[in-house]
């Protein structure tokens, strides 16, 4: 089946520091959407992107959708302790049956004050 | 506008026992989609519904795993005959279509299912 590879597992980074994680497929997805998952909670949507090479900013997130379909990466600049959390890739093919996400393993982000 | 709600939020089952969970999707929604989740490991899809209409349930267990969205009330996942290795985090994801753009996939904060 489709597989999204993010690495590394984990990052640590300083407080104010920008970081940018990368993910790729061996396939095309039509749709790639970004999201962050706290202890316990489920995933909650950061930035959706529908066409490639595009660039869409939310915040001091920056994420890109790559020209060859098969990756996209994420940025976040300035962090804060409030970015702690797991980041997870998501791909999509399409509408209907296509809907369904395949999800990265997520990448654990942690901040040092 | 309540987000996507799901109950309970921790379920313990001995083996061989039904484990029951439920999803409310947000208001407006009529799209339902299940992810299992295991620990340090991505979400992968189970099934998905629209009301009562299974579109999609090739990630779904043939044996023992059954989902259902009423035309009124929640969807519910249904695991029977629960094992071990049911054990994980179920999430319920809900959208206002049957795909993008603009019919984005909300997470409810999942039921955690342990199996004794």
């Known amino acids: 089946g489709q597989q999204l590879n993010q690495s590394p597992q984990s990052m640590f980074i300083q407080e104010g520091e920008d970081v940018s994680m990368n993910c790729t497929s061996s396939s095309i997805f039509n749709t790639w959407l970004w999201y962050k998952q706290d202890p316990g909670e489920g995933p909650v949507l950061l930035i959706a992107?529908?066409?490639?090479?595009e660039l869409t900013s939310n915040g001091r997130l920056t994420a890109q959708f790559g020209i060859t379909r098969k990756d996209s990466f994420l940025n976040i600049s300035a962090s804060i302790p409030s970015d702690v959390g797991i980041y997870f890739c998501?791909?999509?093919?399409?509408?209907?049956?296509?809907?369904?996400?395949?999800f990265g393993k997520g990448i654990t982000l942690s901040v040092r004050p | 506008n309540a987000g996507v709600m799901q109950n309970p939020r921790h379920l313990v089952r001995r083996r061989g026992q039904e484990a029951r969970l439920r999803c409310s999707p947000m208001?407006?929604?009529?799209?339902v989609y299940w992810y299992r989740q295991l620990p340090e490991e991505g979400l992968k899809f189970m099934v998905y519904?629209?009301?009562?209409?299974?579109?999609?349930e090739s990630g779904m267990p043939k044996e023992r795993f059954s989902a259902e969205f009423p035309k009124e009330g929640p969807s519910i996942l249904r695991i029977q005959q629960v094992v071990r290795g049911d054990s994980a985090a179920y999430f319920c994801a809900s959208s206002s279509g049957p795909g993008p753009p603009g019919a984005e996939q909300f997470f409810g904060p999942g039921t955690r299912l342990t199996v004794l």
């Open positions: 998501a791909g999509q093919l399409g509408a209907g049956a296509n809907s369904k996400l395949t």
């Open positions: 519904l629209q009301k009562e209409n299974i579109i999609d």
């Open positions: 208001k407006g929604h009529s799209h």
């Open positions: 992107l529908y066409k490639a090479g």
